[in-house]
């Protein structure tokens, strides 16, 4: 073994006591280091997932209705019976859902005919959205087809799907017979063929219905209303969504971000406060292990004065010490490390008592454990730089005078 | 007596003044000039204050003269860069001191082989360091000790390791600061013998400062300073000169 090391060695293994409390003091720190970090990724990964989990991240319609009018100067007609088109159809889409499924960044694309109607059902009337899309597409966003809690996931014929709120509300069951009426332009009837809960409120108002049906419904002709998107990285929603727009003027492009900035400020002034911990407590092992190492210059005082004047030179001697930092910020590290991935299962444990699954889900991420182990590691030998340099001073003759 | 090297004097000390302090400037020593020989055994006497120790610390490249120059075989201490004055310490000279100043983490064979670490010996030089370490304990008597932590030994036995790990890389001068200063006389008298016996048996030049009268009468060479000056030179005809008891 080198000599240096070996000397720093038996210098903590000498000093016992000490090493054990400053060991545990590192220990702790990483441990509560790789805790909140944990926490926090989980916490945040579980709100997005919450958030835009189950819907578009980046979705694409028409012109403006409004825009769309007065660009070609005309009274256009962007009311559609008694509802507002705020947007015009997307038309040519069959074009724009080519172009973007050769895109590898997109998880999702699904055009989409949609609509507001009413759900006519005796004396009730209910306002309902209409969503037409292709049940398979639509399964890469919503998971219709594992959501369905009675009937068929693939509606034929003149059936629809309908949310579990209104069939509960309503009283409404698979093979009823229910009218959508867009007042002043058209009604029809429709057979429910099946039940969805998504667990959001648009169980509450929405009907799916095959695309051809919604396009006829709503008079679309072949055109859809828009084309949602969901994209593999969530926070590349606005970035792909600005891509999108610049590649098709003609149309709108927007992305959850956009309309979620209060849950993202929300989330970054969270990471903020996570990280701002974390310094701090890296900052006070860092102060931890340079002052027991300072105090061990003194305390060796003799024995580096006797190892200078049998000839060890003063670079091997501040290599003792550097060796003694790092040795303790790897020993802290690994025991730490241990300790915080000890309190994440403790964390999941406890949550998950009284309802059998954790509060929300936390993945202990080793690339980022090992990545906080590598900077406390840096740190405690970076500690060790002062005390090194106090070595240097030590004269052996002082120390070999005063016995 | 056999000699270690080929120059005749193996130190030469040359108008060596030393000045402590930069506004209260007090000088030890006033222009030493004296030379010594290969294999010569020098006692270096005086009162606390005369400026031995002084002289024995620039005499060991632990401290540097305000004037004046020291010659190891010729060679100019004061042209060394740290480093390597740093490896000249640890070939060339060995160190013993009043209080023995081993290493408290290690034990006795480790503080012996210290120096060889210092060094970085590697593969099989380490294992005839190992046999040569065992061999220096078992000649100053500690052959059952080697593997006691240096805390657990007598003063005396502290002291006879610090004489084996002074011998371990088999130094050309043997330096000792009243290495004898806090023993008994009996173990006194053990310390000479070995001193003696080492200064015959690898012709180790040894420069000793003591207040012992015994040790110093017994040595080949007595030079007294007084108030940083010497005040006696005296040299043993050769004949006269103590053999190992």
């Known amino acids: 073994m080198n000599f240096e090391l070996k000397v720093a060695l038996r210098f903590l293994k000498d000093g016992r006591g000490q090493t054990v409390f400053i060991l545990l003091g590192i220990a702790v720190g990483v441990a509560v280091q790789v805790f909140i970090n944990t926490l926090i990724a989980g916490l945040q990964i579980d709100l997005v997932n919450q958030t835009v989990g189950k819907s578009p991240h980046v979705w694409m319609v028409g012109q403006s209705s409004y825009e769309a009018a007065l660009a070609a100067n005309e009274d256009a007609n962007y009311f559609r019976g008694n509802f507002e088109a705020l947007t015009s159809p997307l038309k040519n889409w069959e074009n724009i859902e080519t172009i973007l499924g050769s895109r590898t960044d997109l998880t999702a694309i699904v055009p989409v005919a949609e609509g507001s109607a009413f759900l006519i059902r005796t004396e009730e009337t209910v306002p309902v959205v209409i969503k037409g899309m292709d049940i398979a597409d639509a399964d890469g966003i919503y998971g219709i087809s594992e959501s369905i809690v009675s009937g068929t996931a693939s509606p034929g014929g003149d059936q629809i799907l309908i949310g579990s709120g209104i069939a509960s509300d309503y009283n409404l069951e698979i093979g009823d017979i229910v009218t959508l009426t867009i007042p002043g332009i058209r009604n029809q009837n429709y057979t429910i063929g099946g039940i969805f809960s998504l667990g959001s409120v648009t169980d509450d108002t929405w009907v799916v219905m095959r695309l051809s049906q919604a396009q006829k419904f709503l008079g679309l002709g072949s055109d859809v209303s828009k084309i949602e998107m969901q994209v593999a990285d969530v926070y590349s929603a606005e970035t792909i969504g600005g891509e999108l727009q610049a590649r098709f003027s003609g149309a709108s492009v927007n992305n959850w971000i956009e309309n979620n900035t209060s849950l993202l400020a929300a989330l970054n002034s969270q990471s903020m406060s996570s990280l701002i911990i974390q310094i701090f407590v890296l900052f006070s092992i860092t102060l931890g292990i340079a002052s027991v190492l300072a105090v061990s210059v003194v305390q060796k005082s003799k024995q580096i004065g006797i190892l200078k004047a049998m000839g060890t030179k003063d670079r091997q001697v501040s290599r003792i010490f550097l060796f003694q930092g790092a040795m303790m910020g790897v020993l802290g590290a690994l025991a730490g490390g241990g300790m915080g991935v000890g309190m994440v299962r403790m964390f999941l444990w406890g949550t998950s008592l009284e309802t059998g699954t954790p509060l929300f889900p936390l993945t202990i991420e080793w690339v980022r454990i090992v990545v906080i182990l590598s900077i406390v590691v840096a740190s405690s030998t970076l500690a060790a730089v002062i005390p090194a340099r106090r070595s240097l001073k030590l004269n052996p003759v002082e120390v070999i005078r005063n016995g | ?245």
Not at chain 2, 226 to 242: Q, V
Request: aromatic share 6%; proline share 2%.
């Open chain 2, 1 to 245: 007596m056999a000699e270690k090297t080929n120059c005749k004097y193996v130190l030469k000390a040359e108008g060596l003044v030393k000045v402590y302090g930069t506004t209260v400037k007090t000088e030890v020593l006033h222009g030493l000039n004296f030379s010594v020989k290969s294999g010569e055994f020098t006692s270096i006497i005086g009162y606390s204050g005369s400026g031995k120790s002084t002289l024995l610390n620039i005499l060991g490249a632990l401290d540097v003269p305000t004037e004046g120059r020291i010659l190891f075989c010729g060679e100019d201490y004061g042209k060394m860069k740290p480093d390597e004055l740093a490896d000249f310490r640890n070939k060339n000279l060995g160190f013993i001191f009043q209080f023995h100043h081993l290493l408290p983490e290690f034990t006795a064979i480790e503080n012996v082989l210290i120096p060889t670490w210092i060094s970085g010996v590697s593969g099989h030089q380490r294992e005839k360091m190992n046999r040569r370490a065992e061999e220096l304990l078992e000649m100053v008597g500690l052959k059952a000790f080697i593997h006691n932590k240096s805390t657990d030994l007598s003063g005396g036995q502290q002291q006879r390791v610090a004489i084996a790990r002074a011998l371990i890389n088999d130094p050309t001068i043997l330096l000792g600061d009243e290495p004898t200063g806090n023993l008994d006389t009996e173990t006194t008298d053990q310390i000479y013998d070995l001193f003696r016996k080492i200064n015959q048996t690898y012709g180790t030049t040894l420069i000793m400062v003591t207040h012992n009268d015994q040790i110093a009468k017994r040595s080949d060479r007595i030079i007294e300073l007084i108030d940083g000056r010497i005040h006696s030179d005296r040299e043993k005809a050769e004949e006269t000169r103590a053999d190992v008891g």
